[in-house]
């Protein structure tokens, strides 16, 4: 019998391998093997149907997937099956505007023999829009169920790759029986950076890429007419069959837009300048840095993705008592810019402009703390719901069934403990294409075990954790200190050559309030592999989970034991 031997899938097991997991997000259902397929009441809820828009005591009904009726008086139906809902909060479902949660990247194509690198075949140098996103996307990834522990119930998907990387999808998270796919080719995806980073090739840089752009959108319009006049006049020679420029043909029509990945003001003035040579739909994905360009981006009515990232604040946070001038003009631009990017939010609404929320590079434990933020920093709370529901419904045409509680609406919903963005808000449910999503919901306890005399807390000591991934269980320990106004630390885990443990040093190491991330490295099979822990502190006990791209996250759970360091 012959094996053949896949790194890739060898890695991908092996990186799984490593993940520990806890009990931190225990669900009475969280794989919703029930559908809401006849009728359902979740009676006696406080019902935001639409930002700013609420109904008190309430009773949502549910029929066959689909919204039956709200109201405080409404007729409960003998046969339908009532949920208790006193206290609890009902939100639309979320949208993501634009996301690669489950999206793989395809394998770049060979170059051929005769390969000439100043006009490369399009599909080597990443222009690829005629490819469908779907063909890459897995329902069953566990960002997915990242996401919608978070209130997420459908996403605009869109692909990974280069200049022009295919078309985007919207698909709802529903159940795993379900094909959950809305709508495809939805819009064109585009971003400022070339295949392989460049890899020495045409397009390599970003005016290669506004070039290329700008010659394939005109070269399109000309394949277009001529497909026109052919089919209605005799005597033209036949047209030729190009797939690249045929897949501009929706966006000449104006029937899809192009999601312009940009992430800096520079890249948006770019994706601004080209719109307003060609005349196409933009919408700006992952926008951030735009506080310069807010008033080019109303004059362009180019519709916004904002970013909910925000960036590590332990620099414009620093002090600078004992700074040389030049440092501290330094630091000083770095607060300038970060209290700039926690405003942004804000300006959007202030400016009138109804902007989004996208995932792209955000990830799902920052969502609500990062939105809070915002809110602290002038954004209004009707507004960031809005960036998650009916905003996003606007920007991808789905507003007709969702982004709203409606009747006649599909049943999505995000079912909290309290109102959302309140620090105390925990989502308990969460109804998808008609498929309930149960959570479990954390008792909150008041232990003194990592606080300190002013009530701080103490995260300096060692610290046990467990773990539990598809690959099997494992644990370790994980030891944290101060130095100054940093943290270093160290983390233990099941060796991947299999010979007892290894250790990696903990970076990046945030403690805000309760919540405690950090970041460390694995070495497997000569790969270094970054891994994300974020997660709650609670009395002597972390909650959280740990995620690497393209796999997900998984719970996390750690004690601190009683020694000298807890002190």
Do not use: C
């Amino acid at each position: 019998m012959n094996i053949n031997f896949n790194p890739k899938v060898f890695s991908s097991l092996l990186i799984l391998a490593l993940f520990f997991s806890l009990t931190g997000f225990a669900q009475s259902d969280p794989t919703a093997e029930r559908r809401v397929t006849g009728t359902y009441a979740i009676k006696n809820a406080t019902v935001i149907t639409s930002p700013g828009k609420s109904i008190s005591r309430a009773t949502v009904l549910i029929k066959n997937g689909l919204i039956e009726g709200i109201g405080s008086n409404l007729i409960i139906p003998v046969e339908a099956q009532v949920i208790d809902a006193d206290s609890l909060f009902i939100y639309p479902g979320f949208i993501d505007g634009a996301s690669t949660a489950g999206v793989g990247r395809p394998a770049d194509p060979e170059r051929p023999s005769n390969f000439d690198p100043s006009n490369p075949p399009d599909e080597i140098a990443g222009i690829t829009p005629w490819r469908n996103v779907l063909d890459n996307f897995d329902s069953k990834n566990n960002q997915i169920t990242d996401w919608r522990k978070v209130g997420f119930t459908i996403a605009q998907i869109i692909p990974e790759g280069g200049m022009l990387p295919g078309k985007s999808a919207i698909v709802v998270y529903g159940g795993k029986e379900s094909t959950n796919i809305i709508a495809q080719n939805t819009a064109m995806s585009a971003r400022f950076r070339a295949q392989g980073g460049g890899r020495g090739m045409y397009p390599g840089t970003q005016l290669g890429i506004m070039a290329k752009f700008r010659d394939l959108y005109k070269n399109a319009e000309l394949s277009a007419r001529h497909n026109r006049l052919f089919a209605s006049n005799s005597g033209l020679n036949r047209p030729e069959i190009n797939k690249t420029l045929e897949a501009f043909y929706p966006v000449l029509d104006k029937n899809i837009p192009i999601i312009f990945e940009v992430s800096n003001d520079l890249e948006i003035r770019r994706a601004l300048s080209l719109q307003k040579e060609n005349g196409f739909r933009l919408v700006l994905g992952g926008a951030t840095d735009l506080h310069n360009v807010v008033n080019d981006i109303k004059a362009a009515n180019a519709q916004v993705l904002l970013s909910f990232r925000l960036p590590n604040d332990k620099t414009a946070n620093a002090k600078t008592e004992e700074m040389s001038e030049e440092m501290k003009n330094r630091t000083q631009r770095v607060k300038e810019a970060y209290e700039h990017i926690l405003k942004e939010a804000a300006v959007l609404e202030q400016a009138g402009i109804p902007f989004g929320f996208t995932s792209i590079g955000g990830k799902s434990n920052d969502m609500f703390k990062n939105i809070r933020t915002m809110i602290a920093n002038g954004l209004s709370e009707d507004a960031a719901l809005a960036a998650l529901t009916v905003n996003n419904a606007q920007i991808l045409g789905i507003q007709k069934f969702a982004g709203t509680l409606e009747k006649g609406k599909l049943a999505n919903m995000v079912i909290a403990t309290a109102p959302i963005f309140s620090e105390d808000a925990q989502i308990k449910h969460v109804v998808a294409d008609g498929y309930i999503f149960d959570y479990e919901i954390k008792t909150k306890k008041n232990g003194n075990g990592t606080n300190g005399a002013n009530g701080a807390v103490n995260i300096e000591g060692t610290w046990e954790y467990t773990s539990d991934t598809p690959a099997g269980s494992s644990g370790g320990v994980m030891s944290i200190k101060k130095e100054g106004d940093t943290y270093k630390g160290s983390i233990d885990y099941d060796n991947p050559a299999g010979n007892g443990k290894a250790k990696s040093d903990m970076n990046n190491i945030v403690l805000s309030g309760n919540n405690l991330s950090f970041t460390f490295n694995v070495n497997a099979g000569g790969m270094s592999l970054e891994v994300n822990v974020s997660g709650e502190i609670i009395g002597d006990e972390f909650t959280g989970s740990m995620s690497l791209a393209d796999f997900g996250s998984f719970p996390l759970n750690a004690n601190k034991k009683p020694n000298q360091l807890n002190q």
